[in-house]
C-alpha cells in the first residue's frame, strides 16, 4: 500500500528535516505522475524504521563536493531520467577490507523480537517469516557510492507502506546476489528498485552538498546472481573482492579493474550504464570501453586483469567532481 502523497507532504512541512528513511520491497509499481521522491540523508531514520539501527561504524557522507548549491527551483523541477547501473560493477560500492558497516545478526534479533514487523517485513522481500534469517544472513554489507533511487518503506499500522526516495552515497546498504538494495541498515527497512515515473517526479527533502539531479542512479540487476562483488575505498585507496553473504571475513584485496582512472568518485561505476526510459535521458557522453592494463605491473588477485594499486575511478557515468576522504567504510 503507497504512503498517501497528502500524508507524507504534511508530515515534511511539519518536520522540515524529517525526509522519510527507507527501503524497499519486491516488484515495481507505476509511480502517480507528479508523485514525490524524497531525499534521505546517511544518518536519518525517518519516520516508520522497521527495526533500531543495524549501521555499524562511523556515519559519512560520500556524495562528491561541490561549491554550487541547488537552486529552489531545481529541486523541485521533475527528476531527469536516472542512469542504471548493473549491481555487478566493479567499483559501484563501497567497503573496507573486513569491515561490515551493516550488523545483520541484530537486525534479525529485532526482527525476531516483533512478530508483526517480521511478517510485514517478509511480506516486502517476499519470503516467510521462519526464512527471514536465512534470507538476511544471503545478503552482502556495503556502501552506496552514488545517490541512488528506490522504492522506500515505512512500518505503519502493522504494514509496510511504499513510496519513492533518494538515498545519499555513504548510506549503509545490504544487497542481494544480483547486487539490487534490499535494506537499509540504519532503519532496517526492506528496499526495492524504484518506481518508474511517467511525467515526472519531483524531489522534496533538504538537499545534501553535492547532491544534482541529473547524477542519481538505479541499480540495475546483474544478469545472472553473482558470487563476489568489487567495492572500493577511496579513503584507503584499495578494491576489495567481497564475497555474497554477511560474512565479510573472506574479503581480499585486488588490483584496480581495468580501465581505473585517478580521481575517485562516488558515480563512476567501471562498466557502462543505461538509462531509464521514463524521462529524457542527461546529454552526458557514453563511457569509454575499458582496456586491459599492462600485465608487467602484476598485483595479487584473480578478479581483475594484472596490474598495479592505485588508480581508484574507473570510468563511467555520470562524473563527479572529487570525493572526501571518508573513514573506512
Known amino acids: 500500500m503507497r504512503i498517501p502523497t497528502r500524508t507524507l507532504v504534511t508530515a515534511c512541512v511539519l518536520a522540515a528535516a524529517l525526509p522519510v528513511a527507507g527501503c524497499a520491497g519486491t516488484g515495481v509499481k507505476q509511480t502517480r505522475v507528479g508523485e514525490l521522491v524524497f531525499l534521505q540523508t546517511v544518518g536519518e531514520r525517518g519516520p516508520g524504521p522497521f527495526t533500531d539501527s543495524a549501521a555499524t561504524g562511523p556515519v559519512a557522507a560520500q556524495s562528491p563536493r561541490t561549491g554550487a548549491k541547488v537552486s529552489a527551483g531545481e529541486l523541485a523541477a521533475p527528476l531527469r531520467a536516472a542512469r542504471t547501473v548493473s549491481g555487478a560493477t566493479p567499483g559501484l560500492y563501497r567497503g573496507t577490507p573486513r569491515v561490515a558497516r551493516c550488523d545483520v545478526e541484530r537486525h534479525i534479533r529485532s526482527l525476531a523480537a516483533d512478530r508483526a514487523r517480521a511478517d510485514a517485513f517478509a511480506g516486502v522481500v517476499g519470503v516467510r517469516r521462519t526464512a527471514l534469517p536465512a534470507y538476511l544472513r544471503g545478503l552482502t554489507p556495503v556502501v552506496l557510492g552514488s545517490d541512488t533511487r528506490v522504492t522506500n518503506h515505512a512500518y505503519r499500522g ?86 555474497t553473504g554477511h560474512d565479510v571475513r573472506r574479503d581480499r584485496v585486488v588490483p584496480p579493474p581495468a580501465g581505473a582512472t585517478t580521481s575517485p568518485s562516488p558515480a563512476t561505476p567501471a562498466t557502462p550504464t543505461s ?46 567532481p572529487d570525493l572526501p576522504a571518508a573513514p573506512g567504510t
Not at 235 to 240: D, F, L, N, S, V
Not at 298 to 313: F, K, N, R, T, V
Request: positive net charge; aromatic residues 4%.
Open 158 to 243: 502493522r504494514r509496510a507502506d511504499d513510496y519513492q526516495a533518494v538515498l545519499q552515497a555513504g548510506t549503509a546498504v545490504l544487497v542481494d546476489d544480483r547486487g539490487l538494495p534490499r535494506v537499509r541498515c540504519v532503519c532496517g527497512n526492506p528496499l526495492a528498485p524504484p518506481a518508474p515515473t511517467r511525467g515526472g517526479a519531483s524531489a522534496r527533502g533538504t538537499p545534501w552538498p553535492g547532491y544534482r539531479p541529473n547524477r542519481v542512479i538505479v541499480v540495475s540487476p546483474a544478469p545472472r546472481p553473482v558470487t563476489s562483488l568489487v567495492l572500493v575505498d577511496a579513503g584507503q585507496r584499495t578494491w576489495t573482492e567481497r564475497r
Open 275 to 320: 538509462r531509464t526510459d521514463a524521462d529524457p535521458a542527461p546529454t552526458d557522453p557514453a563511457p569509454a570501453q575499458p582496456s586491459r592494463p599492462d600485465p608487467s605491473a602484476g598485483a595479487p588477485g584473480p578478479l581483475s586483469p594484472p596490474g598495479a594499486p592505485g588508480p581508484l575511478s574507473p570510468p563511467g557515468v555520470p562524473v563527479a
